[in-house]
């Protein structure tokens, strides 16, 4: 069992950045797929990147793809998501979720993932 806690999000204008944290408590994170994902009011979640369990791959979903990073940082049991150049359409709750141990991979179908944090909005003004 491993317990998720997003943080990092805010209101930010158009053209700046974010970094969006996801602690994990519980086990150790490194062994962990991890994935983030949105969702905007009335609109479907939808995958945003995700992260192997080394920290060796990421995958980034194309409407993001060249805007942000996904890392790990194993000493801190953490996984981070990097925004920039932040678009109004962009605005969503993000979360942070993690697969079960034996899936090394991240996947972009939400149903993959067994441990979610409770997510943290992220607001971009125009």
């Known amino acids: 069992q491993v317990q998720l806690v997003e943080s990092g999000g805010g209101l930010v204008q158009a053209g700046g950045s974010l970094r969006l944290s996801c602690a994990a408590s519980g086990r150790t994170f490194s062994r962990y797929a991890t994935g983030w994902f949105r969702q905007a009011p009335g609109k479907e979640r939808e995958f945003v990147g995700g992260?192997?369990?080394?920290?060796?791959?990421?995958y980034y979903a194309d409407s993001v793809k060249g805007r942000v990073t996904i890392s790990r940082d194993s000493a801190k049991n953490t996984v981070y998501l990097q925004m920039n150049s932040l678009k109004p359409e962009d605005t969503a709750v993000y979360s942070c979720a993690a697969r079960r141990p034996n899936f090394v991979v991240p996947t972009t179908t939400h149903t993959d993932y067994a441990y979610w944090g409770q997510g943290t909005q992220v607001t971009v003004s125009s």
């Open positions: 992260i192997n369990w080394s920290g060796g791959s990421t």
